[in-house]
């Protein structure tokens, strides 16, 4: 088992890194269970990453095992160890440059937004820009701050504008910034031509689809639908396309595809159950299968 | 204690008050025009305006042994930095949007299909008029605007 530690832990971390995403950003039922998908996603990038650094470990670590070992054997396991924390280095640098970049700018936004924005009697709590084009975003934080612009108040019907609220409300509430901030850290951290957007960009969609089944709950589907269609309607300048799998247009044809169910679970048991049960699996099974008896013989060798 | 919520509407105020001088105020200028309307202090009106001008939104002019202060930038140009970093979301793959927008711009070929999809979704569904039908079945859920 000691021996083959590192062999298993590769293997399943280039599984769960190339095949496992590609295979999931194909799949349809994640817009059926978006919620159930999300939660996949993560455990997906969890386990692949962990296998990763496992595997580094335990290759370094086996070199222990023998009794005289020559200098290209030393030499060999400690550049595995090396790599392992090169790629833990490079994941920790990562997350904090995205994180620092991240926070100032919406730090930023936030005073601006203080200084120029105004209240809106028609919008309770948002904060209304006066600006030349229908618009509206969250700005995460806490609390986070919902921003429209006066066109947009304008041209929304109430239950239109309710939708697009609690469309923003759903993101701020369940830290959606969060879990694309940690799928944006992985990306960054691998080089440019080994890493896939595949992940961030199907994490993007679901976050926005979760978004998208609150507010259907709050104000129905054509409302949802119809705030989409014109606040994407206004003519994008180059370059400012919205990046991420899910169009405005799948996004409306996905309320037309599945009846919004009180919860995903009572909609698609076997396929909700499923997801979820991958998810906990992926990241239990090797720990306690490939991990735990490396440490025990790790433990027993020293 | 003046609260962070409360600073950063005193530092909206006060900047509301700026632009609407034609030169630059002192402390005590920009405190008077404020006491009309609320109970703030001296001090307060002071730290504010020296935060602002730290996040570089007013500009200090050193005028004898007292500071005057002055708008850095017009509210339009503000308004338009705003718009410009909410619009720009992506401007390269590693760039990562730090505002979360409800639905991104579309082109003219992406707008042709969400009109479609939009009438599939109204056509889909005859028993609810174009109207406010939607609205009616999920009436009573609160947080509605008025």
């Known amino acids: ?302 | 204690m003046v609260g962070r919520t409360r600073l950063g509407e005193l530092e909206r105020v006060i900047m509301d008050q700026l632009w609407t001088l034609d030169s630059p105020a002192t402390v005590r200028q920009v405190h008077e025009a404020l006491s009309d309307s609320r109970d703030v202090a001296y001090t307060t009106v002071m730290t504010v305006l020296d935060r602002l001008a730290r996040k570089g939104s007013v500009e200090q002019i050193r005028d004898g042994r007292a500071y005057r202060y002055r708008p850095a930038v017009s509210r339009d140009e503000l308004t338009a930095e705003l718009m410009h970093q909410a619009l720009d979301t992506v401007d390269g793959s590693d760039r990562m949007a730090a505002l979360l927008r409800f639905v991104g711009s579309a082109s003219a070929d992406d707008a042709d299909a969400i009109r479609a999809a939009l009438a599939e979704l109204e056509n889909g569904r005859p028993e609810q008029s174009p109207g406010r039908a939607e609205s009616d079945r999920t009436d009573g859920t609160a947080g509605s605007p008025p």
């Open chain 1, 1 to 302: 088992m000691t021996h083959s530690t590192p062999t298993v832990l590769l293997t399943l971390a280039l599984l769960l890194a190339g095949p496992a995403p590609a295979l999931l950003s194909r799949a349809r039922w994640p817009s059926r269970v978006p919620r159930a998908a999300l939660v996949l996603w993560q455990s997906l990038a969890l386990s692949a990453l962990l296998s990763a650094l496992g595997a580094g470990a335990s290759a370094g670590a086996m070199v222990v095992a023998y009794d005289h070992p020559s200098v290209v054997l030393v030499v060999l396991h400690a550049s595995a160890l090396l790599l392992t924390l090169v790629v833990l280095a490079r994941l920790l640098w990562s997350a904090h440059v995205l994180g620092m970049t991240l926070r100032t700018r919406r730090r930023r936004q936030r005073h601006l937004v203080d200084l120029v924005a105004r209240t809106d009697g028609r919008a309770p709590g948002v904060h209304v820009l006066d600006a030349g084009r229908p618009l509206a975003y969250c700005i995460p934080g806490l609390p986070s701050r919902l921003v429209v612009s006066s066109p947009a108040l304008d041209d929304l019907a109430d239950d239109e504008m309710t939708a697009v609220l609690e469309h923003e409300r759903a993101h701020g509430r369940a830290r959606h910034d969060l879990v694309l901030e940690g799928f944006g850290a992985l990306h960054n951290a691998f080089p440019r031509f080994v890493r896939s957007r595949t992940a961030l960009d199907s994490t993007s969609g679901l976050v926005e689809m979760l978004a998208d089944d609150a507010a259907r709950r709050r104000a129905g589907d054509v409302p949802l639908a119809r705030a989409l269609v014109r606040l994407a309607d206004a003519p994008a300048p180059a370059g400012a396309m919205a990046a991420g799998a899910v169009t405005p247009a799948a996004r409306i044809r996905r309320l037309t595809e599945y009846e919004l169910t009180r919860r995903e679970l009572t909609d698609a048991p076997v396929v909700t159950s499923l997801a979820y049960l991958t998810a906990a699996a992926l990241v239990i099974v090797p720990t306690v299968a490939v991990a735990a008896p490396w440490l025990a013989a790790v433990a027993a060798a020293l």
